[in-house]
């Protein structure tokens, strides 16, 4: 069984986000790693490389240190790797990216494709299903099980109040929530592997794509501004008897917070 997963390097779950004098995020000494929920997917598919055989390509585009999440992945037991970087690529949206992606994956045979059901840096949870759109295939986001036999899969997925059971025919697109499995470390032997397996390396133009294609310019999607919450206020203690006290918290829950 052939495996891709497309994965997508964010910043630390763990680091300060700052805005420069333009309002862009700051990326000086922040560290990026593997999006969480792309880790679920590409364990899952070296799970199914273990049980059927097969290869598992991990694809990414981004910037110039994308090749070091792809390096993790290889460590972690994936077999090949893709990187899209090209200057012209910043400032896709989702729409771009899954353009490109189906792009990178036109020579590349696969049965199932994989990610995470959201970035955590952006939310969107588009990528993985306009991806399915462009190659014309079906997709199920959120899975928590996945179960495959011959050309058929059945998953369970994470819908609002309960679990949703699905099968889908192959191939397809996955996207992996939390709790699907638990991803591996790569190991010390895993790491100088990595070292030696195939990493390819594509620009726009390496996919038949033009500039204008891609970037800003091929965007759908245009942010306008970014801006940080609101620093979380001091708690506020009510005093008084009970009565008088939850009378003045409606009060201020109606009038001050509008929250009923």
Same mark, same amino acid.
């Given at each position: 069984?052939? =495996?891709?997963?497309?994965?997508? /390097? ?7 986000? $700052? ?5 862009? $995020? ?58 899209? /970087? ?12 899954? /353009? ?28 993985? =299903? ?57 190991? =010390? ?47 506020? =203690? ?7 006290? $939850? ?14």
């Amino acid at each position: 069984m052939n =495996v891709v997963v497309c994965l997508k /390097q964010t910043f630390d779950t763990e680091a300060k986000i $700052v805005l420069d004098a333009q309002g862009k $995020v700051d990326a000086n000494g922040v560290n990026l790693i593997i999006n969480p929920y792309d880790e679920y997917a590409i364990e899952e598919g070296i799970r199914l490389k273990e049980k059927f055989g097969g290869e598992v390509t991990v694809v990414s585009m981004g910037g110039a240190k994308v090749a070091e999440a792809l390096r993790t992945a290889l460590a972690m037991g994936a077999d090949k790797a893709i990187a899209i /970087q090209d200057p012209a690529s910043y400032g896709s949206d989702e729409y771009v990216t899954a /353009q490109v992606l189906a792009k990178a994956l036109k020579e590349v045979p696969f049965d199932v494709i994989l990610s995470g059901r959201i970035a955590i840096d952006d939310g969107s949870s588009q990528v993985a =299903v306009r991806l399915a759109e462009q190659l014309g295939i079906p997709s199920v986001t959120s899975i928590m099980t996945l179960s495959v036999e011959g050309n058929k899969a059945v998953v369970t997925r994470d819908i609002d109040g309960g679990m949703e059971t699905v099968e889908i025919t192959l191939p397809a697109v996955l996207t992996a929530q939390k709790g699907l499995n638990e991803p591996r470390y790569p190991s =010390v032997a895993g790491i100088m592997k990595a070292k030696k397996k195939e990493f390819k390396t594509f620009t726009l133009k390496d996919l038949g794509m033009d500039h204008g294609d891609a970037g800003f310019a091929g965007a759908k999607m245009k942010l306008d501004s970014i801006s940080l919450p609101a620093p979380r206020q001091a708690g506020r =203690v009510i005093q008084g008897e009970p009565v008088q006290a $939850v009378s003045e918290l409606v009060r201020v829950l109606m009038d001050e917070a509008k929250v009923i």
